[in-house]
């Protein structure tokens, strides 16, 4: 197991290695570190046959070559933007990924972020912290806002539905979906931008995606609607929107990613008093961790019992795993 201490207490934890621990002899990460390098993870590992991997560990086709008894890598995550897919496949290594058990705690966490944005909750905890009376300033009403959803996935759609629970006029933009669903209406990206109240970005992260909000889209957003970024940091043009925000182009900005390492808002960004910003904790909660987790457990056990597991990304390249080097 890569996990950092820090990584391991928040992302597996107790329960779920006991239970690794009944299909596998499991050693863990005692370096107290990120295994960043890949000299430092290979020495670390020594001759471990299955890898499971936080998502910060980088795994690539130096590992894979100094591992040959390597079967598996298993990411306790859905992102495996980390894992050079490509190289392992060449090497014949097997990479699979967790699904997503995060969808309720991001939605969760976007409906604080909705609420904090529109009646300043953060602003008047703060000043009450520096001993300061906050000003009384009129806050909004969600019920009857716009809340526009720029992707259709499984946390997009759960959104969708809380807004429309809370009153709020649903628009969502996915030029991969077509929706037909009661309470939602589907529009084009320009035309979402230009009618959102809150624009909250669930886009996946791909190269036509990247840098999908920038200083175009932050100028055609409703005079004082609010912006939202829960999915990836490289969607947005980080100073399109301090302009924007500087301008007044846009009342807020609330984001739980960014452009600064493991996905974390910019320093810059963070400190500013318009921004509401959370060190990417969206699925951290102990349902949504261990979700995970214990998808990795069910992994292992497959592997073990001879079975390709589920969530496998490359099986047919799996052939170190075919040429029975468990069993080794």
Same mark, same amino acid.
């Given at each position: ?11 597996? %934890? ?24 890949? $000299? ?5 590992? %020594? ?12 795994? @690539?086709?130096?590992?894979? #070559?100094?591992?040959? @008894? ?6 306790? /995550?859905?992102?495996? #933007? ?5 190289? $392992? ?11 997503? +058990? ?21 602003? *008047? ?18 019920? +009857? ?78 005079? +004082? /609607?609010?912006?939202?970024?829960? #999915? ?7 100073? *399109?929107?301090? *302009? ?48 995970? *987790? ?11 019992? +001879? ?10 390249? $799996? ?10």
């Amino acid at each position: 197991m890569t996990h950092s201490p820090d990584m391991f207490a928040n992302f597996y %934890g107790d329960r779920a290695l006991t239970a690794l621990r009944e299909h596998a002899d499991v050693e863990v990460n005692e370096t107290g570190m990120v295994l960043a390098d890949p $000299a430092a993870l290979v020495r670390a590992a %020594g001759d471990a046959h299955i890898l499971v991997a936080d998502r910060s560990t980088p795994i @690539g086709a130096a590992v894979f #070559s100094a591992m040959p @008894g390597l079967v598996a890598a298993c990411r306790v /995550a859905v992102d495996i #933007s980390t894992i050079d897919v490509a190289a $392992a496949s060449q090497a014949g290594v097997l990479v699979t990924r967790a699904t997503p +058990g995060f969808v309720t705690a991001v939605c969760e966490l976007a409906l604080g972020l909705l609420v904090d944005l529109a009646r300043g909750v953060s602003s *008047a905890v703060m000043a009450y912290r520096r001993g300061v009376s906050p000003a009384l300033l009129r806050g909004r009403q969600l019920a +009857g806002a716009t809340l526009g959803i720029v992707g259709y996935g499984a946390i997009g759609r759960r959104l969708a539905e809380l807004g429309v629970m809370l009153g709020m006029k649903v628009i969502i933009s996915d030029p991969h979906q077509t929706i037909d669903r009661e309470g939602v209406r589907q529009v084009a990206f320009a035309a979402l931008l230009g009618e959102a109240d809150y624009v909250v970005c669930l886009a996946l992260s791909t190269v036509d995606t990247a840098g999908l909000f920038n200083a175009a889209a932050f100028g055609a957003m409703r005079q +004082g /609607a609010c912006f939202i970024n829960l #999915s990836r940091g490289e969607l947005v043009d980080e100073h *399109a929107l301090v *302009a924007a925000l500087d301008r007044g182009q846009l009342g807020g900005a609330a984001m739980d990613v960014g452009r600064a390492p493991d996905q974390r808002p910019s320093p810059f960004l963070a400190a500013r008093p318009d921004v509401i910003a959370t060190p990417h904790i969206g699925g951290l909660t102990l349902e949504a961790a261990e979700h995970q *987790a214990f998808d990795t457990v069910r992994q292992v056990a497959a592997l073990a019992a +001879g079975r390709l597991p589920d969530g496998a990304v490359n099986a047919e390249a $799996a052939t170190r795993w075919r040429s029975g080097l468990l069993n080794g």
